[in-house]
């Protein structure tokens, strides 16, 4: 066993000893340890190299507060950094390394940062790093600064693979939960559990519960816990830390299941995430110690004094053999003493107080500790770890004198407590300074979030956390010429801070952002207090005068599986497929993503690309027949007596003559006026339509006739339900559509006198009911065939079957889109974009203008939707008819406009069109109509493609092909 | 039709039974229609129905077993909304009843059998799989058996009805079915 080790107590398991690698070199520790508490038994304070200067550094704490002991740990393929070495479980086989230090940790070549580092100070980075003008503000910074700042600093290296760990989630409600089970955590709930009835969750960051008391021995705790556990409405959830509190009592807790097990369970989750709603929330997070500023405060082997007492009494190691002692609070007393029984020498107390309580110096002097009252540590000395201190006498006028050396292998510092308010800073409480503990503490809770704070977190101290002190320690001469360290993480140091206010930062939002002190990982919790007091004492002003900084979440960092839980590869999203999906698979179609539907995208057969497969697609369609899955087109069942005048009220058509049996195309605008979705409405009675709406808008138009339904005219006799998803759309298209249906429909008369272009008919197609629309968006004579879902299969392979007797067969989106465009059809969302009114893409015809009403009929009065000059759409014919423009393409009176010329308009839509022979495109452009014939250009990196403009109809103009 | 929830089971622990976490079994096709309209016309189409439609929201009414004849299922699932569920061969004759008997009163009545599917989940963990997804209070006080709720799991929805204190039954549209059966079986490794 370590020399280092206590010869008995603790909570390590002495029986079991676990093997371990730090850097690769292999080391023993215990069952209980943390990789802190074992490499400090193994003699190693050095683990890391701090941020900017790379400068040796050890723990200062036992905990989640540590800012300096962040390693990278490796298992199986994993890799995390940035853990604190304070908070790791030791298991059997662990391999941490350490961060930030190249080429290896006790020699490493960033610390030349240190050397320069008069030139490093607060601010540098905004005052330095400002190129050549010429290159634009930011060249100098993007193109060389920054990239060489990131290879040469930072943290541990981000995971490079798959995270290959599972992640879960659970929403949970409880009547009470208590965060921290510490002496306060576990007595509040013990009260709130003790009726048998309110559901309490007691959660603890630690491996154990009990906070503090885990360092002594007890009797109340194992009772305690054994209760607690008894009860059924008790959850305990250790390793679990509260990370984020939001509004109505919502708190977010991240559990570690399986970090500290040296087999990984397969499949069971890594961490668990869980949301909870609580009914109260019981704060019980406790008080974090706060470092002294001294000069080289940050050697290897400086801690603070709890956590001194916390590795000599939990986890039976002493940090060394000889301890200083440096203080401003009661408590590193008692640090000292237990310290002492575990056998370190204490080579002295310094106290920066005139005068301690004599009561404890008298118990010192009795344990044979010398105490130094009125005296402060100005300096220390050791190269990768604390070797000696010096100490100096404070004067009346507040110098220092004298530079007395003693020797150690480790300082014990205490600055006093604060309360650790985080968690109740983040639930938007409010903060009071509070004199007498020199600490901000919980004051008023913010509405809507039922909470208390108990013990130390609520400034309950107990007797012996007497004493604080905030700021910079005084030091003999220029305290310009010294390193105290404030922020240990980000390397921000007492003059650092004095220096962001010389320079006017008097706000301690701006210090914090000039210096970034508290903006580390550790968000400040041992620096937070120590930087107001020197921004106090440098502005002259009374610390609440100076105010705080706002606390965020998360409390700790959180990996990033937490968040995103389950939302993974194929269930990152739902994945919505059609009933007549799997057919295409067997196919061979290409798919593509259509929001969160997948839609065959073309069908391609031996040797095909895209567009061979589109261009022969196309040419079923115009040709013989071709059909198409449509099933994803979003529909809805508008039912009752005022269905029409609902129809009336929100597009802009007229509906109320539209005849049972027929169908009309109709537009859908917002309230500004513009097109936001449009599609085929039929009548199916006189109270009953079916609608069709985009793929794309669904959802949204469902969304905002039910708002409409509810808010607006809940007068209104009609109700809608989704038909989305009941139908399967199989589109029948080309000029051999009717003769590919008539062998399969019964109950329709197809021919075209009893069943003209643009009307619906009820009926059976392979025996399955049937709502039969005559409609087209090819230009073809077409049909659209709805049969109940869980028949689209069947359905749709009986027409193809006939289609490709037919000489027919499947087509995809692709071809859709060119068939369409070949029309001049358009696309809401692609042809629209939010800011085009009806007359814009051509629609005009379709309002009925003589509605006194409908949802964007006071927009199109604007003056700015009325005017002259706006884009409209058009159609584009290249001069060189191989050349297709890209969709997007900015559209230009000239072929090399000037630097700075605005564009007439853009490129909507372009395509090779295998029945024109030629590329076709659709476009907006100003004043588009009344350009017909004129010739623009396209300004390509390739130089200007020149275009004609022409009316956006490409393909049978008169509509002749409709009748097949 | 039960399967375990587990997609592939551990393969250095043994397979635990289905019943220690919860199982699956989806439904048999049935007849399913959402009824709208005035209290006047639920109460007509109650009696036609051959079971009063709940009245208190979020509430669920049922006679007989899923699937058998004459089974019928309300539930509540909007202020003037309701899910009725019946066995695929009496959907015509329940229609054409129902609105029959609510000839007079405004309202309307839509098929949307094949809309969803439907499925049942249970065994002692079945709220805690929902909850994976879910963020409702599923504690039998909060949402006692008999309470049904349109509502959210992960980023699909679903209506989600309590049978019984482990028995939940779900009802999906067709296409999110397969996503929420998969991350109700990816949940099921939170309980191993």
């Known amino acids: ?964 | 039709m039960a399967k375990t929830l587990m997609a592939e089971p551990p393969k250095s622990k043994p397979r635990l039974p289905n019943d220690a976490i919860a199982w699956i079994t989806a439904a048999p096709p049935l007849a399913r229609f959402i009824f709208r309209g005035s209290p006047e016309a639920e109460a007509a189409a109650g009696s036609a129905y051959g079971l009063a439609f709940p009245k208190a929201l979020n509430r669920a009414a049922s006679i007989g077993e899923r699937g058998k004849p004459g089974a019928r299922v309300a539930l509540r699932i909007g202020p003037d909304e309701l899910l009725l569920i019946v066995p695929i061969a009496e959907g015509k004759a329940v229609q054409t009843a129902l609105e029959t008997a609510t000839a007079a009163h405004p309202h309307s009545l839509v098929d949307i059998s094949d809309r969803h599917t439907g499925f049942a989940l249970e065994g002692p963990h079945a709220a805690d799989l929902i909850n994976a997804g879910c963020p409702l209070d599923l504690d039998e006080r909060a949402f006692p058996v008999g309470m049904v709720t349109r509502t959210l799991l992960h980023k699909a929805e679903i209506v989600l009805w309590r049978m019984g204190p482990t028995l939940f039954r779900v009802e999906v549209w067709r296409s999110f079915a397969p996503y929420v059966e998969a991350l109700l079986e990816e949940a099921a490794h939170d309980f191993l």
Not at chain 1, 126 to 144: C, D, E, Q, R, V
Not at chain 1, 421 to 434: A, E
């Open chain 1, 1 to 964: 066993m370590s020399m280092l080790r206590t010869p008995s107590g603790g909570r390590i398991d002495r029986t079991r000893a676990l093997r371990f690698t730090f850097d690769g070199r292999l080391m023993q520790g215990h069952q209980g340890d943390t990789l802190a508490s074992a490499l400090i038994a193994n003699g190693v304070h050095l683990m890391g190299r701090s941020f900017k200067y790379h400068r040796p550094r050890g723990p200062i704490s036992a905990g989640a507060e540590e800012p300096n002991a962040l390693v990278t740990v490796t298992r199986s393929g994993r890799s995390t950094p940035n853990l604190r070495a304070t908070q790791i479980e030791l298991y059997e086989g662990l391999a941490a390394l350490s961060q930030n230090r190249w080429p290896a940790l006790d020699f490493d070549i960033g610390a030349i940062n240190g050397l320069i580092s008069p030139f490093l100070g607060a601010g540098f980075y905004y005052k330095t790093f400002m190129g050549p003008k010429a290159l634009g503000s930011n060249w100098a910074w993007t193109k060389i600064y920054e990239p060489v700042i990131r290879a040469a600093a930072g943290l541990g290296r981000a995971p490079e693979g798959p995270d290959l760990d599972r992640y879960a989630n659970r929403f949970a409600h409880c009547d009470v939960l208590v965060i921290g089970g510490g002496d306060a955590g576990l007595t509040a709930a013990l009260e709130a559990s003790a009726d048998g009835k309110a559901s309490v969750i007691l959660c603890d960051e630690q491996a154990e519960f009990g906070g503090w008391l885990l360092n002594s021995d007890g009797a109340w705790l194992g009772e305690t816990l054994a209760t607690l556990a008894s009860r059924p409405n008790v959850r305990m959830l250790r390793r679990t830390q509260a990370f984020g509190y939001f509004a109505q009592n919502f708190v977010a807790l991240q559990e570690r299941l399986t970090d500290h097990l040296a087999d990984l369970p397969e499949g069971t989750p890594r961490e668990r995430l869980w949301q909870v709603r609580a009914g109260e929330v019981i704060l019980a997070t406790g008080a974090i110690e706060r470092p002294l500023a001294f000069p080289d405060n940050d050697r290897p082997g400086i801690m603070l004094a709890g956590a001194a007492e916390t590795y000599a009494t939990r986890y039976g190691v002493r940090p060394g053999t000889r301890a200083a002692i440096f203080t401003a609070c009661d408590s590193a007393y008692g640090a000292a003493l237990a310290l002492k029984a575990a056998g370190v020498e204490i080579a002295a107390i310094v106290d920066i107080r005139l005068k301690p309580d004599p009561a404890l110096a008298a118990q010192a002097l009795e344990a044979g500790i010398a105490v130094h009252s009125g005296t402060v540590i100005t300096g220390t000395t050791g190269g990768k770890r604390v070797s000696h201190i010096t100490i100096g006498k404070l004067q009346p006028d507040a110098s220092v004198r004298g530079a007395d050396q003693l020797a150690c292998d480790f300082v014990a510092m205490s600055g006093g407590w604060v309360p650790s308010v985080h968690l109740f800073s983040q639930s938007r409480g409010k903060l009071r300074w509070d004199e007498t503990l020199n600490a901000y503490v919980p004051n008023i809770t913010a509405p809507g979030q039922k909470q208390r704070s108990v013990g130390a977190c609520a400034g309950a101290f107990s007797a012996e956390m007497r004493g604080a002190f905030n700021g910079a320690t005084p030091v003999p001469g220029d305290p310009a010429k010294v390193k105290a360290f404030v922020d240990f993480q980000n390397d921000v140091t007492a003059r650092d801070i004095r220096l962001a206010t010389r320079e006017g930062m008097h706000s301690v939002e701006h210090v914090k952002r000039f210096t970034t002190t508290g903006m580390a990982t550790d968000q400040g919790k041992t620096s937070n207090m120590n930087a107001l007091g020197i921004v106090s004492e440098a502005l002259g002003k009374s610390l609440p005068e100076v105010g705080l900084t706002t606390f965020r979440q998360p409390y700790t960092p959180v990996t990033f599986g937490l968040f995103a839980g389950q939302a993974r590869g194929d269930l990152f999203d739902p994945v919505r497929k059609t009933p007549i999906h799997n057919w295409a698979v067997a196919q061979g179609a290409a798919f593509e993503d259509v929001g969160q539907w997948k839609r065959a995208h073309y069908f391609p057969q031996k040797g095909e690309d895209i567009h061979a497969a589109t261009n022969r697609e196309c040419r079923l369609v115009r040709g013989t027949v071709g059909i198409f899955d449509a099933s994803t087109l979003g529909k809805i069942e508008l039912v009752g007596p005022d269905a029409a005048e609902f129809l009336e009220r929100v597009y802009v058509n007229n509906w109320k003559n539209l005849g049972v049996g027929r169908c009309r195309y109709g537009i859908l605008l917002n309230e500004a006026g513009f097109v936001i979705d449009d599609g085929v409405i039929a009548r199916l009675a006189p109270d009953r339509f079916h609608i069709t709406t985009t793929t794309g808008g669904a959802a949204r138009v469902f969304a905002m006739f039910e708002d409409y339904l509810q808010t607006e005219w809940p007068d209104l006799k009609v109700w809608q339900t989704s038909i989305t998803e009941q139908y399967a759309v199989i589109a029948v298209q080309g000029p051999k559509a009717r003769a590919v249906l008539a062998p399969l429909v019964e109950g329709i008369n197809l021919a075209s006198e009893a069943f003209p272009h643009m009307a619906i008919r009820e009926g059976r197609i392979c025996g399955v009911e049937t709502r039969l629309f005559r409609v087209s968006f090819s230009g073809e004579l077409g049909f659209e065939v709805n049969v109940p879902a869980s028949q689209g299969r069947a359905v749709w392979e009986a027409i193809h079957a006939e289609a490709i007797k037919q000489g027919g067969g499947a087509y995809g989106t692709e071809a859709m889109h060119v068939l369409r465009a070949e029309k001049g059809f358009i696309i809401v969302g692609q042809e629209t974009d939010g800011t085009m009114t009806p007359d814009d893409v051509g629609l005009g015809w379709a309002i009925g203008k003589a509605k006194t009403d409908f949802i964007g009929k006071r927009g199109l009065m604007r003056p700015d939707l009325m005017a002259a000059g706006r884009k409209q759409l058009v159609g584009l014919q290249t001069l060189d008819p191989k050349v297709v423009p890209e969709e997007g393409a900015q559209i230009t009176a000239e072929a090399n406009p000037a630097p700075g010329t605005a564009a007439l308009g853009h490129v909507t839509s372009s395509y090779w069109s295998e029945t024109c022979g030629r590329s076709i495109a659709l476009a907006v452009i100003a004043n588009g109509r009344a350009r017909v014939g004129e010739v623009l250009h396209i300004p390509m990196p390739g130089g200007a493609i020149a275009v004609t403009v022409v009316a956006p109809v490409f393909y049978d103009p008169k509509g002749e092909r409709l009748n097949g």
